[in-house]
């Protein structure tokens, strides 16, 4: 078996820390919906959603407790968020 780390990615850090604070799970969904699928840093460091994945959204809910979220979304990304079994690893080792 072959463990993998899963990091944090913009939906899913926006997702956990507005379930953290409290938010309704159709709200989390609306504010997670508005979010690409893909992100994977280090493609394009210009691009501006790597720079910051949730302007728009900051742009759109101004208020506190939105602001607070995205930050706090923010620095979750790219940190660990659970670990897991890889389903097709493979070990390749010059010994058996």
């Known amino acids: ?3 993998t780390v899963n990091r944090f990615r913009p ?5 956990d820390v507005a379930k953290a ?3 309704p799970p159709d ?6 919906a508005a979010l690409p699928y893909f992100f994977r840093p280090g493609l394009d460091e210009d691009d501006p959603i790597l720079q910051n994945p949730y302007a ?3 742009e759109q809910y101004p208020d506190r407790r939105h602001q607070l979220i995205f930050q706090q979304a923010s620095g ?4 660990p968020r659970h670990l897991s079994v890889h389903a097709g ?8």
Do not use: K, N
Not at 11 to 15: F, I, N, P, T
Not at 76 to 79: H, K, N, P, S, T
Not at 89 to 96: D, E, H, I, K, S
């Open 1 to 3: 078996m072959v463990g």
């Open 27 to 32: 709200e989390v969904h609306r504010l997670t």
């Open 76 to 79: 979750l990304i790219g940190l």
């Open 56 to 58: 728009e959204l900051m």
């Open 21 to 23: 604070h409290g938010m």
């Open 11 to 15: 939906r899913s850090a926006l997702g």
């Open 89 to 96: 690893g493979v070990v390749v080792t010059p010994a058996r």
